[in-house]
């Protein structure tokens, strides 16, 4: 993995700052792996109707080795945040910016730069994965469309066993597995070109319970084994919970707290967050 986990907190807004303990000197005076400084994404609008204001004045700042989990309901601006995470839009007003400097979409050397260290895991692998691609193809995707060379046969092999599936899955086609293990397959494809940060977009969501901790597990010993940086975007505080040292509740495109993950579920100083927090029945 080109990041190393580092220590730092994932320091978002809201009205809490993150302990100074949670701080690792390794991680220094580095700037985040990508940030959010009062960042607004506005749709639509005319002369005669304000536009929609998806996220407005959103502070956020995702260090690397930490995990970042963004919690939200349905319409808090989730999607439209990790569209800009991702790189696939740009914000209205204020600024991303990539280990502090701008991310200028315009410049496509940067972008691919981008592209290849930040990956994503969508919610589900029933669509996410190509049903006409054997596995081998779909986790080498990444690999041809970044122009990633070298061995490209070892390096699927290689993630598969890093989310316990047998090279033999390579000349499978994804109806041939089950739930679980097509979501590892997308797991494998979003680490074969190394990424340093891993973006779930609610990524054990469409999962059985019993499956959904396994596949749990697994993002928690990938993200401390290869030091990975994790996102998490889910409507379920218990899973950013169990998953995330960092948390993040976004409400009508703004974040109403943000802290250590701990201090969040234990001590929420937003009503907004008490709510979520009832709406769960069993915390971490
Ligand atoms: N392309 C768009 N055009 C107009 N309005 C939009 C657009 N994208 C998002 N919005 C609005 O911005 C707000 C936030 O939407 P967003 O999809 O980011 O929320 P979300 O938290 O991801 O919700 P969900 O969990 O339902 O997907 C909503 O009011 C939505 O209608």
Redesign the pocket.
């Known amino acids: 993995m080109s990041d190393q986990a580092a220590g730092g907190d994932a320091l978002a807004g809201g009205d809490r700052n993150p302990a100074e303990g949670d701080r690792n000197p390794a991680e220094g005076d580095a700037p985040p792996f990508v940030a959010l400084d009062g960042v607004w994404r506005e ?2 609008g005319s002369r005669r109707t304000p536009p ?4 407005a004045g959103v502070d956020l700042a995702v260090r690397s080795g930490r995990s970042v989990g963004i919690v ?11 569209r800009l995470l991702l790189g696939l839009d740009s914000p209205t007003r204020g600024t991303v910016s990539y280990r502090g400097a701008p991310l200028d979409r315009r410049d496509r050397a940067l972008m691919r730069r981008y592209r290849r260290e930040v990956q994503v895991v969508l919610q589900d692998p029933r669509t996410s994965l190509d049903p006409r691609m054997t596995v081998a193809r779909i986790v080498a995707e990444p690999l041809r469309s970044l122009k990633i060379g070298g061995d490209v046969s070892a390096r699927v092999d290689e993630v598969l066993g890093w989310v316990g599936l047998d090279p033999d899955a390579r000349t499978k086609y994804p109806a041939q597995f089950s739930g679980g293990q097509r979501q590892r397959i997308a797991i494998a494809r979003a680490l074969a070109p190394s990424p340093s940060v891993l973006v779930g977009d609610e990524p054990v969501s469409a999962l059985d319970v019993s499956v959904r901790e396994q596949v749990m597990d697994l993002l928690r010993r990938l993200q401390s084994e290869l030091g990975l940086t994790l996102v998490l ?1 889910s ?1 379920d505080m218990a899973i950013v919970g169990q998953l995330c040292e960092e948390t993040v509740v ?1 409400r009508g ?1 703004e974040v109403v707290e943000a802290g250590p993950t701990r201090e969040v579920l234990t001590r929420p100083t937003a009503a907004y967050t008490r709510e979520l927090l009832a709406a769960v029945p069993t915390l971490p």
């Open positions: 749709f639509g929609t204001a998806a996220l939200g309901e349905s319409g808090a601006g989730k999607s439209t945040l990790l975007v409507h976004l495109g």
